[in-house]
C-alpha cells in the first residue's frame, strides 16, 4: 500500500471529516450517500447506478476479501468517490487478485478511510443527502465546502448518456457456479430480449440468460422503432443513475413501446417506465441503498429481503386507476413494484439480482419469461 496521506471530506453544509487517502489522490466530488451493506462492496462500487455519488459503507471494515475481476458490474467503475473506516490491507480469500486501495486507485477514484462513518450516517440521516467532496489536496474545510455548496446536485442531471454502452452487442454469459465458474448461454430455447442500458449491471444479464433469454444489449437512446425491427419477445429496462425525469429520451421510446411488447424494468428502468404510463417521481432525503430492505409483495404477501440502490421514488398516487401497486418497502410505505393491468408491463424498484436474501427475489426473471410466454 502506498504512503498514506491526510485526506478530507467536507459536506456542502460545511461539515467535515478527517481521514487518510485510499485510491487515488485528488478531489473528488458527488451526492454522499451511505450503503449498508455488509459485504458486495466491489458489486456496490462498480455498479454504474453510482455515477455522480460518493459512498459510504457502514460497515466499519471494507476490503477483508479483496477484489476479483469476475465480480465486476459494469466494463469500468463509474461511482465518484468512497468512504470507509477501514480499508483492510491483508485481504484473504482465494479469489482475490488486488486490495481495495489498489482497486481504487487502479480505477482513478479518490477514496478515504478513517472516517467515523457512524457520524456521517447519522449526518446524512439527518440533514439528507447532499454533495461533498473528498480532497487529498486542499487542506482548506471551509474553500470544500465552498466547492461542494456550487457544486450541480443530482436533480435534473442526466447521467444516463456518461454510463450506457456506445453500441449494440449481445451477452451470452450465464450466472456464476462454484465448480465451473460463470455458465455459458443456456441450451434451452431462449426468448429474444432487448435490454435498454441505461448503467445496466452484468449479473442482471446473468439472470436473464440463466432464465432462458437471448439477451442484446443497446444504448439508452435507442430508437423504440430500431427495437421493435428486431422482433424481440421482450423488452429490458435496466438500472441506472440520476433523476429519473431528467432522461425525457427514454421516457419517450418506453412510451412507443408500451402495449406493443412485454416490458420490465429494473430501479432507473421502473422509475421510467412508471414516467411513461403517467406517474411522477420524486426525491428521497437519503434514498435506499444496502441489502437487507425489507419489501412485500403484494400479490403473494411474502416478505423479500432486497438490495437496493436508489434516490429517487415514484409517487403511488400519480400512476392512474390502469396500474397496480405490487411490491411496497415496509420501512417507509414507498412503491418497490408495479404492473400494468391492461399492458403486459411491470416493474420493480429494487434489484433482484444482487442476491441479499440470497434468493428472494429471483422468481421476477421468471415472471418476465413467464410474460413473454403467455404474451405468444
Known amino acids: 500500500m502506498h504512503k498514506r496521506k491526510k485526506a478530507l471530506l467536507v459536506l456542502a453544509d460545511g461539515r467535515a471529516f478527517d481521514g ?45 476479501y479483496g477484489i476479483n475481476p469476475e465480480d465486476e458490474e459494469a466494463r469500468r467503475v463509474f461511482l ?7 480499508a483492510c490491507r491483508a485481504p484473504s480469500n482465494w479469489r482475490e487478485k488486488t486490495t481495495l486501495d489498489g482497486y481504487l486507485r487502479d480505477n482513478g477514484i479518490v477514496g478515504i478511510e478513517g472516517v467515523d462513518t457512524r457520524a456521517l450516517t447519522k449526518h446524512i440521516r439527518e440533514e439528507g443527502a447532499q454533495i461533498g467532496v473528498i480532497s487529498t489536496t486542499d487542506k482548506n474545510k471551509k474553500s470544500l465546502a465552498e466547492k461542494a455548496a456550487a457544486y450541480p446536485t443530482l436533480h435534473g442531471r442526466d447521467l444516463v448518456a456518461g454510463v450506457t454502452c456506445a453500441k449494440p452487442y449481445t451477452w451470452q454469459q450465464g450466472t456464476w457456479d462454484l465448480q465451473t465458474g460463470y455458465r455459458k448461454k443456456s441450451g434451452r430455447a431462449g426468448y429474444r430480449v432487448v435490454a435498454y442500458d441505461y448503467g445496466i449491471k452484468h449479473n442482471i444479464l446473468r439472470n436473464l440468460v440463466q432464465a432462458g433469454c437471448k439477451v442484446e444489449v443497446v444504448p439508452a437512446d435507442t430508437p423504440a422503432e430500431q427495437v421493435l425491427a428486431k422482433k424481440p419477445d421482450g423488452v429490458f429496462l435496466s438500472n441506472g443513475p440520476g433523476d429519473p425525469a431528467a432522461v425525457t429520451y427514454a421516457i419517450a421510446e418506453t412510451k412507443k413501446l408500451l402495449g406493443k411488447v412485454p416490458i420490465f424494468g429494473i430501479c432507473l428502468g421502473h422509475q421510467l417506465l412508471c414516467l411513461a404510463l403517467g406517474g411522477t417521481t420524486y426525491k428521497l432525503k437519503y434514498g435506499h441503498h444496502g441489502g437487507n430492505q425489507p419489501v412485500m ?80
Open 20 to 64: 487518510w487517502s485510499i485510491g487515488a489522490e485528488g478531489e473528488a466530488f458527488g451526492e454522499v450517500v451511505f450503503n449498508t451493506s455488509l459485504a458486495g462492496y466491489q458489486e456496490i462500487i462498480s455498479d454504474p447506478s453510482y455515477a455522480g455519488q460518493i459512498v459510504t459503507m457502514t460497515y466499519p471494515l471494507i476490503g477483508n
Open 80 to 86: 465518484d468517490g468512497f468512504v470507509v473506516r477501514e
Open 297 to 376: 409483495d403484494l400479490t403473494t404477501r411474502k416478505v423479500e429481503i432486497t438490495a437496493q440502490n436508489h434516490g429517487f421514488a415514484v409517487d403511488v398516487d400519480s400512476m392512474g386507476g390502469d396500474v397496480q401497486l405490487t411490491h411496497i418497502n415496509l420501512n417507509d410505505q414507498t412503491v418497490e413494484g408495479m404492473a400494468h393491468k391492461k399492458l403486459p408491463v411491470f416493474s420493480v424498484q429494487y434489484h433482484p439480482e444482487a442476491s441479499p436474501g440470497p434468493h428472494d427475489a429471483s422468481y421476477l426473471f421468471e415472471r418476465f419469461v413467464q410474460l413473454m410466454r403467455d404474451n405468444k
